[in-house]
């Protein structure tokens, strides 16, 4: 992978944080440290994405947004916004001015690369397949079914929002605060505590019966889905 990523940012210490990230990733990083600079770079440099802070000097992250949604040249690039607690944003705003997604500091550098990945996975696969198998499972999208060898399962939509993700991931491990975030949504049920992963993630193990156990718990950190062994064998 060597997408190019470039990062406008005042600060260098979260720039180096970034850096830090993406680069043994194999990712690309150029960044900028105004609003004026950042505008000429994702003109000259054409990044493969954006990350962008949203309190910048000069032009801010907002307007910055809004410059590179209407060129028709850089509508489309993906923009990964930073917002600081204090500006808190919701994600209406953020849809408004274009933004693909975004994450609150202080952020989790892993979270972010988490998040970069399947941003580019996004644009890169604009079509994304309708049904994702693994094994004898299999998951239609459009319809909302589940199939585990040839016979149907009933999911709850949580639990089958927590299955695409994990399916989506490729094998990554995705921690529960990540999970919580993809299935749960930004606000919605903000008592909702990691806790909830699990007892959803046991219940869809149950329910997926012999290909439960492609699901494996990564010990303190989340959950990942073990698409390469052959399906389990229940015991003789
Ligand atoms: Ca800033």
Redesign the pocket.
């Known amino acids: 992978m060597d997408s190019k990523i470039l990062i406008v ?3 260098q210490s ?1 720039v180096n944080l970034l850096r830090k990230g993406l680069e043994p990733e194999g990712f690309q990083v150029i960044a900028a440290y105004n609003g004026q600079a950042g505008l000429r770079a994702v003109t000259e440099a054409r990044p493969d994405l954006l990350i962008l ?4 000097p000069g032009l801010d992250g907002f307007e910055l947004c809004r410059r590179i949604r209407k060129q028709p040249e850089t509508a489309r690039l993906p923009i990964l916004v930073l917002s ?1 607690r204090a500006e808190e944003v919701d994600k209406v705003v953020m849809l408004e001015l274009g933004a693909d997604d975004y994450v609150t500091k202080p952020f989790s550098p892993k979270e972010l690369v988490a998040r970069v990945k399947t941003l580019l996975r996004r644009v890169s696969t604009p079509a994304l397949p309708q049904v994702l198998r693994v094994g004898t499972l299999e998951v239609d999208l459009d319809r909302y079914t589940v199939h585990v060898a040839g016979q149907p399962t009933s999911l709850t939509a949580k639990e089958f929002e927590l299955l695409k993700a994990l399916l989506e991931a490729r094998e990554r491990t995705l921690n529960r605060a990540f999970l919580l975030e993809q299935v749960w949504q930004y606000g919605e049920e903000l008592e909702i505590e990691t806790r909830t992963v699990d007892v959803h993630i046991r219940s869809l193990r149950k329910k997926l019966g012999s290909e439960g156990a492609r699901i494996i718990t990564v010990r303190n950190v989340g959950y990942r889905l073990d698409a390469t062994s052959p399906p389990v064998n229940p015991a003789p």
């Open positions: 940012e005042d600060e979260v802070d949203l309190t910048l600081g």
